[in-house]
Structure formats: C-alpha cells, structure tokens
C-alpha cells in the first residue's frame, strides 16, 4: 500500500499512514498482533512493495545465508596445519575419548574456518532471506502428513521406524542391546582390542568421497582429502575409546531421513529411514581389527 509510510526496518514503531479505511485496518492488524515490518528493500518512489511482518526477532532480509564449500578447500594448507600437530601431546591431558573427541573437532573446526570457503547456500524454494523458523513456518502450512506442527511429523516417523525395531527396550527407553546384538567378542576383552595404524591408513584412502556429512557437518569428501594427516588423531582416539570400553557420546547420534518408497505420500508406512552417521564414526564401525 503506497499510502503507508513504514518505519525503518526492525524498529517497533507504528507506520504512518492516510485516512483510507483499508490502510487503517491493516495498521490495526499490525499493531494488534506485535507485527514488526522487516523489510527495507524500497521501490523507486521509496515504498516498500514487499512487506516481512514478523512477530519474532532475528529476521534480516538482507543477509546471505553461507555455507562451507569443501571441494573449493585449501587442502595443502590444512594438510599441512594436521600434520604439523603433536597429537599424542595434545591428546595426552585429556581425561576421556569424549575429551580427545571435543578437542579434535575443536582444532578442524578452526582449520574448516580459516581454510575452507563459504559460498551462498541455494535454496530453491524460499527466498534468501528466510530463517530456519520461517523455513519450519512455511512448511507446516503445507501440512503434508495433516499434522499441527514439524514436531509431530518427525513424531510419527519415528513411532513408525521404532516400531519395525525388534529388540528390547527399557522403560527409559534405552535399547537393551544385550538380547538384540551378538557381537562376537566378550565385553570383558574389549579393552584388549586393537586397531592399526596401517588399517586406519587404507580405510580412510579408499574412503568414498560422494558422501555426504553427518550431524558434525564434516563430509566424507574433506576426509577423503586429508586421509593421510588424519590417521594418527583418528588411530588414537579409536584405541583410547576401545581399551577404555567408551564409544564417543559425539558419534552416538546420526541424521535419520524418511525415503518415499511407493504409493500414498502422506502415509508414514510408505516411507523407509535412512541413517547418515557421522563419518569417523562409520570409520571406527567398519575398520578392521
């Protein structure tokens, strides 16, 4: 509406606006609801055309939102950062492999920042400027599976994919692992166990480069490129967490997808999960001993 003046954007103040009734309803609705116009994108005869009424803060229309592109990384450089590190000194005042696993993703955080470059994320469907809590907004009002919220649709997934689970689960709901999982080897000699060095080495050199990352955000891909400058941190954080008998909290959790397979969309059974886990902890599932 030309006839409303509207404050900078983000500030709380109410538009300035004509003696028209519809301009008057619509500032009523505004002021009504804690409406905050966001928008500060103006024509040629500085209006704004397209209005961003929010009533939650952090919204900015004008930023971009980023993400890190691996494949235009520094890899020299960050090879070259991992290998000069005395990982058995930096490792060696940690209390736990939780500790060790903090540490190391704390130092490719800070190599990830400094030598791999962000690019603007493409999002098809909704404009740059969206949040995540737009993005969520947006996508409940589609309401695919008729559900109130996102909420209650991973909700139903998960009832459904937990209950094609056959093993037993506590009343904490805690997988008893003991009926359901026969691993082979006595959990008192798990302490025993040992991975080496040269295994870790080839897994990690053949390691599948087209995967994607886990919750770490970390894909198989940066991995793949520094194989060789990643064994040692990896070799003994593997062994540190097998003769303690302490699999990583960090690696306990994975993204879980729903992948249509046929017939009704809106229909949960019709859709199977994926599980990506976190690529250092599929490393120390599939390496050998």
């Not at 897994?203 to 060789?228: E, H, N, Q, T, W």
Request: proline fraction near 4%.
């Amino acid at each position: 509406m030309s006839c409303i003046d509207w404050p900078n954007a983000g500030s709380d103040a109410l538009p300035i606006y004509s003696s028209s009734l519809l301009s008057q309803l619509l500032v009523d609705f505004v002021s009504l609801n804690n409406f905050i116009q966001h928008n500060s994108v103006y024509n040629n005869r500085l209006k704004v055309l397209d209005l961003i009424l929010c009533n939650f803060p952090n919204v900015n229309p004008n930023s971009k939102m980023l993400k890190s592109n691996f494949y235009k990384g520094d890899y020299e450089k960050i090879i070259s950062e991992l290998d000069s590190k005395d990982w058995i000194k930096i490792f060696a005042e940690c209390e736990d492999v939780n500790s060790m696993v903090d540490l190391f993703y704390e130092i490719l955080d800070k190599l990830i920042t400094q030598f791999v470059p962000k690019t603007k994320l493409h999002i098809r469907s909704e404009p740059i400027w969206f949040s995540k809590e737009l993005i969520r907004l947006n996508k409940e009002k589609i309401k695919t599976l008729h559900s109130a919220n996102g909420t209650e649709i991973c909700n139903f997934f998960a009832r459904h994919f937990s209950s094609s689970y056959s093993g037993s689960v506590t009343g904490s709901g805690v997988v008893d692992f003991n009926d359901s999982v026969n691993s082979g080897y006595d959990v008192n000699t798990i302490g025993s166990l040992h991975i080496s060095k040269h295994k870790i080495y080839l897994y990690l050199k053949r390691l599948d480069s087209s995967k994607g990352a886990g919750d770490d955000g970390i894909p198989s891909y940066f991995v793949a490129k520094c194989y060789s400058a990643l064994t040692l941190p990896l070799y003994l954080i593997y062994n540190r967490s097998l003769s303690t008998g302490i699999f990583p909290t960090k690696w306990k959790t994975a993204k879980v997808v729903p992948v249509f397979k046929k017939g009704n969309h809106e229909l949960v059974s019709n859709y199977r999960p994926i599980t990506i886990l976190n690529v250092f902890a599929k490393i120390f599932e599939v390496t050998p001993i």
